[in-house]
């Protein structure tokens, strides 16, 4: 038992070294091809300098991270599981009586380990320095205006209305939407109100309008209801649970919400009547994220624990990226499905994993016991 555990904690220490190793190489490489697309863009805009495309790359140093670290694992495991078998280092430990599934468990255990470090301590140091990157990548690059215009600078919310039907909701649409500072600023605006049951009692037509405190100011509205004449009323105030602050923060893209922020702005959103698809689907996918390590782990493990010396090494090595890649492609179709709203996102999310886990093991039970 002493020797079992001694070796799984030696093969545990080589594993997570090269899977390390990989998840800083692989997140090195991919920020160099972003950091030339953001060189790329920045040459249409003489004044955006050297040090601030460079601080946007940086900036987005952790999301890559999180993205990556699945194959880091997957690719870390399979060197290092190749080096200990060429070694023959595990095969004098099976030779010996000690199973495979005795000295894989702490290195799968330990790639858990770093999914849930990714989840809780990566997550939200990206969010915060993703939020970052996209806001200067919105006001240098882009140039829309902030994070409403990315959504194509228009705005739709649900609200509750207690002016006419004390369960009555109000449907806001404005065509034109503008952050300035703390003010969200509206033209060409929309209201429906409506009753408990969904019908139509009064629509308001706005010329423009603001979000003021507690309230949508509407300048220039008209009020219509149904079989009567369009009436002029001027100015009009419509009560709201808003801030600018949640208005603003409901365009966010779910990149930029940790894991511990997601499940409170899923609430807002759901309240607000706004789509909170992406949000639950990311949030999943980041709950994922451990067991989607250990499978990777696993995966590694039952690509790289043959004898090579009859050669094949690049068929092998191979043979685990293709099986890697071959999840994430799964995983992605499925998150296309699951932003359809074709599946649910835990679904979506938990499904991929679990697939290439159960995989993952019934190759090393053909390896090991077959």
């Not at 989840?119 to 200067?136: D, G, H, K, N, Q």
């Not at 909170?276 to 994922?288: E, G, K």
Request: proline fraction near 4%.
């Amino acid at each position: 038992m002493g020797f079992a555990l001694t070796l799984s904690l030696y093969i545990a220490r080589q594993f997570m070294f090269a899977a390390l190793s990989m998840l800083a190489a692989l997140s090195l490489l991919v920020m160099l091809f972003d950091f030339i697309e953001l060189l790329r863009r920045a040459s249409l805009h003489p004044e955006v300098s050297f040090g601030l495309v460079v601080g946007m790359a940086l900036l987005k140093l952790p999301y890559w991270m999180l993205q990556i670290m699945p194959f880091a694992v997957l690719i870390g495991g399979i060197i290092a599981f190749w080096r200990l078998t060429r070694s023959s280092e595990l095969i004098v430990a099976r030779a010996s009586g000690v199973s495979a599934w005795q000295f894989l468990s702490v290195p799968v255990a330990s790639a858990i380990l770093l999914g849930f470090a990714g989840m809780a301590a990566i997550s939200p140091l990206s969010s915060v320095m993703f939020a970052r990157a996209e806001a200067l990548d919105n006001i240098h690059l882009r140039q829309t205006g902030g994070p409403l215009a990315l959504s194509g600078g228009q705005l739709w919310l649900r609200q509750a209305d207690h002016g006419i039907d004390p369960q009555g909701v109000a449907i806001l649409h404005a065509r034109g939407v503008e952050m300035k500072g703390k003010v969200v600023e509206v033209s060409d605006l929309s209201v429906f109100r409506l009753d408990a049951t969904d019908h139509l009692l009064l629509r308001v037509e706005a010329a423009n309008g603001r979000l003021v405190h507690g309230a949508w100011k509407m300048e220039n509205a008209r009020t219509m209801t149904p079989d009567h004449l369009p009436v002029q009323v001027g100015t009009m105030m419509l009560p709201t649970d808003l801030t600018a602050h949640r208005v603003q923060e409901s365009f966010q893209s779910p990149e930029t919400l940790s894991v511990w922020a997601l499940p409170g702005f899923i609430r807002l959103l759901d309240a607000s009547g706004f789509s909170s698809v992406r949000h639950r689907l990311h949030f999943q996918a980041l709950l994922a994220l451990p067991l989607l390590c250990g499978t990777m782990a696993l995966v590694a493990a039952g690509f790289s624990m043959r004898q090579t010396r009859r050669g094949g090494v690049a068929r092998m090595v191979g043979s685990g990226v293709a099986a890697g890649f071959t999840l994430f492609t799964v995983s992605k179709v499925a998150e296309e499905f699951g932003q359809s709203g074709a599946l649910p996102p835990v679904l979506a999310a938990w499904a991929p994993a679990a697939a290439g886990l159960m995989l993952a093991v019934a190759l090393l039970l053909h390896l090991e016991d077959g």
